[in-house]
Nanobody, 125 residues
Framework: QVQLVESGGGLVQAGGSLRLSCVAS????????MGWFRQAPGKEREFVAA????????YYLDSVKGRFTISRDNAKNTVYLQMNSLKPEDTAVYYC??????????????????WGQGTQVTVSS
């Protein structure tokens, strides 16, 4: 049974930083692409970043480029999202997701097989 467990969310002032982690179990982590998504109240789930199994292909939502960094440690079955220069509009529940097609890093949530429970990120102005 695949489990994805996010952590690292919280309340931060605008301009601050947070580092999200997602630990995976029940799968061969290096055989999966990983993604981060977010969902704000009343809005659809939104792609944030994705990384291929090898880490050599990475994609970002335009509005987070230069502020957020996705990375992975296959030895620790963990994917990270370093978030700097946070803005109030980054406030959302952040989810990690796993895609069994390891060679890609899709932007669509429909391409992902498994999801974590989410971690709340709140950025105050």
């Amino acid at each position: 049974q695949v489990q994805l467990v996010e952590s690292g969310g919280g309340l931060v002032q605008a301009g601050g930083s947070l580092r999200l982690s997602c630990v995976a179990s029940g799968l061969t982590f290096s055989s999966y692409a990983m993604g981060w998504f977010r969902q704000a109240p009343g809005k659809e789930r939104e792609f944030v970043a994705a990384i291929r199994w090898s880490g050599d292909r990475i994609y970002y939502l335009d509005s987070v480029k230069g502020r957020f960094t996705i990375s992975r440690d296959n030895a620790k079955n963990t994917v990270y999202l370093q978030m700097n220069s946070l803005k109030p509009e980054d406030t959302a529940v952040y989810y990690c997701a796993a895609d069994g097609a390891a060679w890609r890093a899709p932007r669509s949530p429909l391409e992902y097989d498994d999801w974590g429970q989410g971690t709340q990120v709140t950025v105050s102005s």
